[in-house]
């Protein structure tokens, strides 16, 4: 990963400013409107001793890539890759863990959306297998709406001999599948639990679904086939919320 990237927009660099204030090398917002609604963002940073600088637009749609930045940008620098020996000490963090495993998700705005939904739900922690999936990209933050810098993302080598430990912690697996017998609303999530979901358009693959206790299908309208891998997410996760309040 590189040294520093950049985080666009107004929740992205909210989020690192209240939370990694550290990481934030500078700032750079628009002249004009943009710097006075960001007044007190700005606040925010000027007491963390962070530059600012004031630029342009079209020096800022430059930078981003695109026009969909709020007037604001953050330089960072990206929070220490997870890895599966982070693991145990996360699970140890909580009494009652709840995790989001994705297999395979390219695509970084489905990861980005995966996150928003794992950080409303009280995850604490998405893992991803390193090879062949999103990583922590300027995308995915902004997909993410700054989320991405409060739920911990862990790549692991070997996703199956990962979730394999995962069991061996007491923690329980199901793998979403359109063609599981039983359906979400069927089973207990109120303890250590893991949710599995696969890759847009595949689903998971054949190693990763043995190695789930049990699969579970989110029941639906007959003529729809599927859903988009975030909104899979935010139904079973948010099952899970529901049990467990």
């Given at each position: 990963m590189s040294q520093e990237l950049w985080l666009i927009g107004t929740h992205p660099v909210?989020?690192?400013?209240?939370?990694?204030?550290?990481?934030?090398?500078?700032?750079?917002?628009?002249?004009?409107?943009?710097e006075r609604r960001l007044s007190a963002?700005?606040?925010?940073?000027?007491?963390?001793?962070?530059?600012?600088?004031?630029?342009?637009?079209?020096?800022?749609?430059?930078?981003?890539g695109a026009d969909r930045h709020q007037g604001i940008a953050a330089r960072f620098r990206p929070l220490p890759v997870l890895n599966d020996g982070d693991l145990p000490e996360l699970l140890k963090r909580s009494d009652n863990p709840l995790l989001l495993i994705l297999d395979q998700v390219q695509d970084p705005h489905n990861l980005g959306a995966c996150l928003r939904v794992a950080a409303a739900s009280g995850v604490d922690a998405v893992?991803?297998?390193?090879?062949?999936?999103?990583?922590?990209?300027?995308?995915?933050?902004?997909?993410?709406?700054?989320?991405?810098?409060?739920?911990?993302?862990?790549?692991?080598?070997?996703?199956?001999?990962?979730?394999?430990?995962?069991?061996?912690?007491?923690?329980?697996?199901?793998?979403a599948a359109g063609e599981a017998e039983q359906t979400l609303y069927q089973h207990d999530y109120r303890g250590p639990f893991a949710f599995v979901l696969g890759a847009e358009g595949e689903g998971m693959r054949k190693l990763t679904r043995e190695k789930c206790d049990h699969l579970i299908r989110i029941p639906m309208a007959a003529g729809v086939e599927s859903l988009n891998v975030s909104v899979a997410a935010g139904v079973c996760l948010f099952e899970a919320l529901r049990q467990r309040q």
């Amino acid at each position: 990963m590189s040294q520093e990237l950049w985080l666009i927009g107004t929740h992205p660099v909210q989020t690192a400013l209240e939370r990694h204030p550290q990481r934030v090398l500078e700032l750079r917002v628009v002249r004009g409107d943009p710097e006075r609604r960001l007044s007190a963002l700005l606040d925010t940073a000027k007491r963390a001793g962070i530059a600012i600088q004031r630029v342009d637009i079209q020096s800022l749609n430059k930078l981003a890539g695109a026009d969909r930045h709020q007037g604001i940008a953050a330089r960072f620098r990206p929070l220490p890759v997870l890895n599966d020996g982070d693991l145990p000490e996360l699970l140890k963090r909580s009494d009652n863990p709840l995790l989001l495993i994705l297999d395979q998700v390219q695509d970084p705005h489905n990861l980005g959306a995966c996150l928003r939904v794992a950080a409303a739900s009280g995850v604490d922690a998405v893992v991803v297998p390193k090879d062949r999936a999103a990583g922590l990209t300027p995308a995915v933050h902004r997909a993410s709406a700054g989320t991405s810098l409060m739920v911990p993302l862990v790549q692991v080598t070997n996703l199956a001999r990962c979730m394999e430990k995962l069991k061996a912690s007491g923690v329980w697996i199901a793998g979403a599948a359109g063609e599981a017998e039983q359906t979400l609303y069927q089973h207990d999530y109120r303890g250590p639990f893991a949710f599995v979901l696969g890759a847009e358009g595949e689903g998971m693959r054949k190693l990763t679904r043995e190695k789930c206790d049990h699969l579970i299908r989110i029941p639906m309208a007959a003529g729809v086939e599927s859903l988009n891998v975030s909104v899979a997410a935010g139904v079973c996760l948010f099952e899970a919320l529901r049990q467990r309040q």
